[in-house]
């Protein structure tokens, strides 16, 4: 027994002394970020940081487009440099980098200088092409899709609960073939089309970095630590510390018993293949809940954060459906959206462009329609955040289809506000028309819009989709009227009205439109306890 002993401890030694040499020697090497790789698209008029790893103390040096940079890698073996700002170009260039202690160099090829913008959210986010078979224009798009200089990294779907430092993805010119990939790797179809949109309009290389997931509710994608200071977080948090402390004194018990059962299973198999029978599902493994991609922080450790500090100009967004699930969860909405926006933007170091697509017409299951109205009026509430907007989707969705398949005018939405509000392009109308204020005038609401282009209109017949209620709050399908950038709503029974609604509903019919032929947004003047339907 002893010898045994003795021997596995020279074994464990042997093994420690291999790894801490393979180790040494892999911090020797200069690396790269993942993000900086073959085909990348660097952000054009601003300082560029470039990064990666090598021993600790190396003198690392980096040539780009007549550029030559130095860092000195500090005691983890990190280093950075900072390209000076550079104007467009889409002539494809090489980034090299040297090690001064290894003598070892990198070469990067392809790399062109243009737009950055980083596409995250769920799984509209994510859906791909491949997914939307029979989509209108799909084929149309597909074929559209020869333009090299039209890019896309997909950050590998996974989670974590640290933060990873380096992405795992790769950039490619956005094709046919790219395009109709699925799974883990497989490109966002909307933020392909919202890519095209600018460089089709800015005339310059443009990149989308997509970091999404499906399924994925927000609390995921902002960082834990922000989020624990937050004190209308602190029962959610505190709900994955309750199940974290219930592992732990059963983590052993439960490891060993999933042992047992896989030993069991095994055994299973191989009598199940003898017979020539169907092969039983193997047992569940225990699952330690700080590895649980539901927790707070897990998407944003593993496909955010190891992005930062690439260039970006901004940032959008499509997300939400995950947090639709209660009254509770839609309210509390109003708050993680502003600090999502809030903690990417400190983390990066500068006040990026945030546009996001506000929740189309949906009436399915799987979320309560409360927290559906809720999640948009919340992304309504946001638009208060500086530099940040939204694409109005209510007339776009599909009622029974969480999933709508029309991205390109959704993409065209986001596009118009990029171009006209970050671009300064004359696009006619940046979103739907938004209420500004409101007042009550005898038996009448005025409500005022922002946005409205060259004015309001009802799109196919008169205007629907306004209730109106009085002291009794019970809520009355309203008559309106367009009366320059403003709506007059009334109800004949009605002498003193106190509030108005217009598309209060998950699945709501309406048709308030600027001229422009953008959708007003759903909203509500009233803070009274939620209802969805009419009463």
Not at 324 to 329: F, K, P, V, Y
Not at 445 to 463: H, N, Q, R, S, Y
């Amino acid at each position: 027994m002893k010898d045994t002993a003795l021997m596995k401890s020279t074994l464990l030694l042997i093994a420690a002394l291999l790894l801490a040499g393979l180790s040494r020697l892999w911090a020797a090497e200069v690396r790269l970020s993942g993000i900086f790789c073959d085909h990348a698209v660097l952000q054009q008029d601003v300082p560029v940081p470039v990064w990666g790893w090598s021993a600790p103390g190396d003198t690392v040096t980096v040539e780009f487009a007549q550029q030559t940079k130095t860092a000195t890698a500090d005691a983890a073996g990190k280093w950075q440099v900072k390209l000076d700002p550079m104007p467009a170009n889409a002539e494809p260039r090489h980034l090299i980098v040297k090690s001064k202690v290894t003598s070892v160099g990198l070469e990067v090829t392809d790399l062109v200088v243009g737009e950055v913008w980083l596409a995250s959210g769920q799984s509209n986010m994510h859906w791909t092409f491949a997914r939307e078979h029979g989509i209108e224009h799909n084929e149309e798009e597909l074929n559209a899709a020869r333009d090299p200089l039209v890019r896309q990294f997909t950050v590998l779907k996974r989670s974590s609960p640290g933060p990873f430092p380096s992405p795992n993805g790769q950039w490619h010119a956005c094709t046919r073939e790219t395009l109709l990939k699925d799974g883990l790797w497989g490109d966002s179809a909307l933020a392909y089309l919202y890519a095209r949109q600018l460089r089709q309009k800015l005339g310059v290389p443009v990149g989308v970095i997509n970091a999404s997931m499906g399924g994925v509710a927000i609390e995921c994608w902002t960082s834990e630590e922000i989020q624990r200071k937050t004190p209308e977080l602190r029962s959610l948090l505190e709900s994955w510390d309750a199940r974290q402390a219930a592992f732990e004194p059963v983590r052993t018990q439960q490891e060993a018993a999933y042992q047992a059962q896989l030993g069991t299973w095994r055994e299973a198999v191989e009598k199940a293949r003898a017979a020539g029978a169907t092969l039983p599902a193997p047992p569940p493994k225990p699952q330690d809940p700080r590895l649980d991609g539901k927790r707070p922080g897990n998407y944003f450790n593993a496909m955010i954060a190891p992005l930062i500090p690439y260039a970006i100009r901004g940032a959008i967004w499509y997300q939400g459906e995950s947090n639709a699930r209660s009254a509770e969860t839609g309210l509390l909405y109003r708050k993680q959206l502003p600090l999502l926006i809030g903690d990417w933007r400190a983390r990066w170091g500068y006040g990026f462009p945030f546009a996001w697509v506000q929740l189309p017409n949906y009436s399915g299951g799987g979320v309560s329609q409360e927290g559906w109205v809720l999640v948009r009026e919340a992304m309504l509430k946001s638009l208060a955040v500086p530099k940040t907007g939204m694409a109005v989707a209510i007339d776009i969705g599909e009622s029974k289809n969480i999933h709508p398949k029309n991205k390109q005018d959704v993409a065209r939405r986001l596009a118009l506000w990029s171009l006209g509000e970050v671009y300064g392009h004359k696009v006619g109308a940046t979103s739907g028309p938004l209420p500004s204020r409101h007042k009550v005038r005898g038996n009448e609401i005025v409500v005022a819009f922002t946005d409205i282009a060259g004015g309001l209109a009802a799109k196919e017949g008169p205007l629907k989709g306004f209730e109106i209620a009085g002291a009794d709050r019970q809520w009355k399908p309203a008559a309106a009227r367009i009366e320059a950038d403003k709506v007059i709503v009334s109800h004949p029974e009605l002498k003193r009205p106190l509030a108005v609604r217009y598309a209060w509903a998950a699945d709501p019919a309406c048709n308030l439109f600027n001229d422009a032929g953008l959708p007003a947004s759903p909203f509500r003047t009233d803070d009274w306890p939620v209802s969805a339907t009419r009463k």
